[in-house]
């Protein structure tokens, strides 16, 4: 079965620094996607980037990338030049591609409590 | 609407009683899902609904749990005789299709806490 560790309960940077969440994940397929959400004390679940396995190259957004190290099954999260609202918590996610009658729901980490201080 | 949306925001219930949890996700979207957070945990999948299909129920922690999804659209998931371990906030999320290929867009979640 498809397993996801976040293993930092918990993580507080200053404002403006780099921060790196990390995730690993145990998987016996080729071909996946994986996700990082943020959620808000709000609650709501935001995407904020994805990155399929075949892919080789990193995906980015603006002040987000990852470090998809695919044989060591690692995806962490740089979060650069950090602002007040990236205090959240962040979680990691996996899914299978979609085949016929397969179970294509998340596969949840635990998250990580991330704090940024002014 | 701009978003999946969901009600109620908060329900306080006693144990025993019946819950209803509804989801309105955003026009257009085929795909639903129902997901359960408990207090500083990941989410644990619940059901997926994709167009007419019969959904995928294999995350139903009891039989106590059910959902129906009425014209493709509008989802309720119901919980009868609540238990104090059903307390969490049920997150409903929709997507335009096949996921995985298609992004997951959450509701901000319902905050059901039994007595």
């Known amino acids: 079965a498809q397993t996801v560790t976040q293993s930092q309960p918990e993580m507080s940077v200053q404002e403006a620094e780099t921060v790196t969440l990390s995730c690993t994940y145990d998987?016996?397929?080729?071909?996946?996607?994986l996700f990082w959400y943020k959620q808000p004390p709000s609650r709501q679940m935001i995407l904020v980037i994805r990155?399929?396995?075949?892919k080789q190259q990193n995906a980015t957004e603006n002040r987000f990338s990852v470090n998809f190290q695919k044989a060591a099954k690692s995806f962490s999260l740089k979060i650069s030049d950090s602002q007040l609202g990236d205090t959240a918590m962040y979680f990691c996610?996996?899914?299978?591609?979609?085949?016929?009658?397969?179970?294509?729901?998340?596969?949840w980490g635990a998250g990580t409590k991330l704090i940024i201080k002014p | 609407g701009a978003g999946v949306s969901q009600s109620p925001s908060n329900k306080v219930t006693e144990k025993g009683k019946d819950v209803e949890l509804r989801c309105d996700p955003i026009?257009?979207?085929?795909?639903l899902y129902w997901y359960r957070q408990s207090l500083g945990q990941g989410l644990e999948f619940l059901i997926y609904?994709?167009?007419?299909?019969?959904?995928?129920k294999s995350g139903l922690p009891s039989d106590r749990f059910s959902a129906e999804r009425t014209g493709g659209s509008v989802s309720t998931l119901t919980i009868q005789r609540t238990q104090q371990e059903d307390s969490a906030v049920y997150l409903c999320?929709?997507?335009?299709?096949?996921?995985?290929?298609?992004?997951?867009?959450f509701g901000p979640g319902t905050r059901l806490t039994v007595l």
């Open positions: 999320a929709s997507s335009l299709g096949l996921a995985g290929r298609d992004t997951q867009y």
């Open positions: 026009s257009g979207h085929t795909a």
């Open positions: 609904f994709q167009g007419n299909s019969a959904p995928d």
């Open positions: 998987t016996s397929e080729s071909n996946y996607y």
């Open positions: 990155q399929e396995a075949y």
């Open positions: 996610a996996f899914m299978e591609p979609y085949v016929m009658d397969s179970n294509y729901q998340l596969i």
